[in-house]
């Protein structure tokens, strides 16, 4: 417990110390993006980009960027298949923690589904007067029962792995905000919209 306490306070204090949105983002990197056998990716394999995204199911930026440029995301440089997008969890309070470990509970593509929902409803149950409560509820809307959601909220290792995830991505990427895309390499900061994700990625597309 201390020692996840003092990573899930090391992860929050990073992304205290630079603005969540804007910034001039881009930097790059050399080194091959690694993907882990349980990743949750959406999109084919062997699409030329690899869109990386950490993000924390309580932070408004993150919403915003599921609810606008994500989408179209979805329906073009997904669907086209010129891209993949893998989604890593990247939680800055403990809420967002035991939401995290809820939604890894989730199979196949239905997790991409309730990642949506957790978004488009986060005002709701992050803010609600018993958070806990009120995420079972959307839990359930998922077609989770109450008995697996009090299962999955409490599952101490995979909480535990989230945040080494992150932490991960924070070592390798210089992950230091939500949201952070991580492209072929290159980082890439705060909810930007589709039309400039859209310019950056066919740069990166084209080696530029």
């Not at 086209?80 to 470990?101: I, K, M, Q």
């Not at 492209?183 to 066919?202: C, H, L, M, P, T």
């Amino acid at each position: 417990m201390k020692r996840r306490q003092i990573l899930l306070g090391s992860l929050a204090v990073t992304a205290l110390a630079i603005p969540l949105v804007g910034g001039a983002g881009g930097s790059a990197h050399a080194q091959s993006v690694e993907i882990f056998p349980d990743d949750r990716i959406l999109g084919a394999a062997e699409a030329p980009l690899t869109i990386i995204e950490y993000s924390s199911l309580t932070c408004p930026h993150c919403a915003a960027l599921h609810g606008n440029a994500l989408p179209r995301i979805k329906e073009t440089w997904i669907a086209d298949g010129r891209a993949r997008l893998v989604f890593r969890h990247y939680p800055l309070d403990g809420l967002a923690l035991r939401a995290a470990a809820v939604a890894n509970c989730i199979d196949g593509a239905r997790f991409f589904g309730f990642l949506d929902l957790l978004f488009q409803t986060q005002q709701r149950w992050a803010r609600a007067q018993d958070p806990m409560q009120s995420l079972s509820q959307t839990a359930r809307l998922a077609g989770m029962s109450p008995g697996q959601f009090d299962s999955c909220v409490a599952d101490e290792a995979e909480m535990d792995k989230i945040l080494t995830r992150a932490q991960h991505g924070s070592k390798t990427f210089d992950v230091e905000s939500t949201p952070t895309m991580i492209v072929n390499g290159r980082k890439v900061e705060g909810a930007r919209s589709f039309e400039e994700f859209d310019e950056i990625f066919a740069k990166i597309a084209a080696g530029t």
